[in-house]
Structures are given as C-alpha cells and as structure tokens.
C-alpha cells in the first residue's frame, strides 16, 4: 500500500513569506506526528495529532508555528513570516494510533529559507 | 523529560566486517521502548530494531542487533556482515511506554552517526 507522502518535496521561500507543508498519513492511521531535522542534526518533536484533536504541541517552537488536520486524513503544517532558523526538513510519520509504538516516516519537506 | 546521547558522529566499517554504534539515554521512567532508525541520503527514516525497556533479552533483526543495558542506561546496535547499503545516518530513539504493552507516540531522537561503509 501507499506509504506516507508529503508535498512539496522542495521549497524555497523568501524570509517573511508563509509556507504551507503538507502530509499525507497512511489509509487508517490515526495518529500523526510532525517533526523537524536541522542540517546535521536529529529529529525534533513538533506536534502530533490523535484523529483531529492535537493533545501535544510541545515542541512547535514558537506561535509563527501551526498545524491543523482534516479528520483522520491529511495535515498541513503552517509557518507564518518564516525566518532563515526555519530552514530544515519537516518530517511527518503516522501511526495506527497514538498508544502505538510503530511510526512509518514521509520523505521530508526540505524548506531553505533565503 | 529524556534525552538521547550518540557521541560518535562518525563511524566508518569496511564491507562484510562488524560495527557497533553507541547510543545512551537518561530517563525516570520504568516503561519504555528504545528504537534505532537508519535514514539514508533519500531521507526516508527506517525502522531497524526496537527493544522494550521491560524485556530483558536483546532484540535481534537478521544481521542487526542490540545490546540493552538498561542499569547502565546504554543501548547499542551492532550490524553484523556490513553491505554498502547499510551507508545512512543511524538515529537512537527514545518513546515513553504507557500500561498494557502501549506506548505515547512522541520519539525523542538522539543527535545522529553517520555510517559509511567501504567496499
């Protein structure tokens, strides 16, 4: 079956434009988490959604940052006036469900910043 | 709150041979799961092996392996007749467990080692 998908797979924006990241959970996993990886660097917890409720935001970094999910199904990941620190690539993985232990990764968002 | 702790950022192994990678990890809680992911350049994370913190024999996946040290805090992989393909960056992973055999969903990764494998 189809794995998970994010859109796009590039993006470079200017420094104060909004980008929308996109991503596309597995048929019937209801649990979906987003994360970040700097240059070099591990993966950062960013928010994780069960259904369409976000029991943790914790690590969204500051309120330039937003997520939102439609259902069980597709998650868009927001950042507003986006900042040159911004550039990474956002990685979104889904689940069966939150109580699940088994996370199945997208390809990444690399997002550059200039 | 946990954290996860590779302190090789490098490793390199020639083919066919055996390499280790370090990984440790603090944490108070008494359930949880340990999880190596391998992301090579395509970017796509890969599950290779977990462990749960409650089951004292060490996991074993085909050529890879742990060894768990759960007093010790320490969580290593061992990858056993080394192929090119195993070339990626390895990530150590941390999730907290909940009751029954459930676990919270968040991963706490550690910095990363980056594995090259010569022919």
């Known amino acids: 079956g189809a794995g998970v998908s994010q859109s796009p797979s590039n993006k470079v924006t200017e420094k104060g434009k909004d980008v929308e990241l996109r991503c596309d959970p597995i048929s019937g996993h209801t649990a979906l988490y987003w994360y970040r990886q700097r240059l070099g660097q591990g993966l950062e917890f960013l928010i994780y959604f069960q259904g369409n409720s976000a029991p943790d935001k914790s690590g969204l970094p500051s309120d330039r940052f937003s997520a939102e999910r439609t259902g069980e199904s597709v998650s868009t990941l927001t950042i507003q006036r986006t900042q040159q620190e911004d550039s990474a690539v956002y990685l979104c993985?889904?689940?069966?469900?939150?109580?699940?232990?088994?996370?199945?990764f997208g390809p990444g968002t690399r997002l550059t910043v200039t | 709150a946990q954290t996860v702790t590779q302190s090789q950022p490098e490793m390199s192994v020639q083919e066919a041979e055996t390499v280790t990678l370090s990984c440790t990890y603090d944490?108070?809680?008494?359930?949880?799961?340990l999880f190596w992911y391998k992301q090579p350049p395509s970017r796509q994370m890969i599950l290779v092996i977990r462990q749960e913190a409650y089951k004292q024999q060490n996991a074993t996946e085909n050529r890879f392996s742990v060894n768990f040290q759960k007093a010790a805090k320490s969580f290593s992989l061992k990858i056993s007749d080394s192929q090119l393909g195993d070339t990626a960056m390895y990530f150590c992973a941390f999730m907290k467990g909940g009751a029954g055999g459930t676990s919270y969903g968040k991963l706490t990764f550690g910095q990363g080692t980056i594995l090259t494998v010569h022919p």
């Open positions: 944490t108070s809680e008494s359930n949880y799961y």
């Open positions: 993985a889904s689940s069966l469900r939150e109580d699940y232990y088994e996370q199945y």
